[in-house]
């Protein structure tokens, strides 16, 4: 699915950051349930999540799966603990999807967190080992 991104048009293109939080949680899963996974989201009527190791991507099922919104490139690379958020790419291919983002997110920690099986509680405060990780 990631490979079908490059060759559409995109409305914007954010370098933005995913909580710590969603990341592992999307990477737990994709462990124990599967790579890759589909979620649909409720209360966005056609929506649903297409997550794979390297992109996470809001498709309209209703047209085809075109992609609404995707976060890629994931930069893990250097990343010294759990806690750290995950800087990366989203491109945002309609005008009105950057107002679904806080809602595709709470979804996916939602369904995610049941299909795991995890309790409904926040997620802890980590403090940091590594004094000059701060």
């Not at 209360?43 to 649903?48: I, K, N, P, V, Y």
């Not at 976060?71 to 491109?91: G, M, N, Q, Y």
Request: hydrophobic share 45%; with cysteine; charged share 25%.
């Amino acid at each position: 699915m990631k490979s079908r991104l490059e060759d559409l048009p995109t409305f914007e293109i954010r370098q933005v950051t995913v909580n710590a939080h969603h990341y592992n949680l999307v990477q737990v899963a994709l462990k124990r349930l599967g790579d890759p996974l589909r979620i649909v989201l409720p209360g966005l009527r056609t929506l649903d999540l297409h997550l794979e190791k390297e992109a996470w991507i809001v498709v309209d099922k209703s047209l085809h799966d075109i992609p609404v919104m995707a976060w890629i490139d994931f930069a893990v690379a250097h990343r010294r603990s759990l806690h750290e958020d995950i800087p990366c790419t989203l491109k945002i291919y309609h005008s009105h999807a950057g107002i679904l983002i806080n809602k595709v997110m709470e979804a996916m920690s939602l369904l995610l967190g049941e299909q795991l099986d995890l309790p409904e509680t926040e997620p802890a405060n980590v403090v940091p080992l590594n004094k000059s990780a701060n």
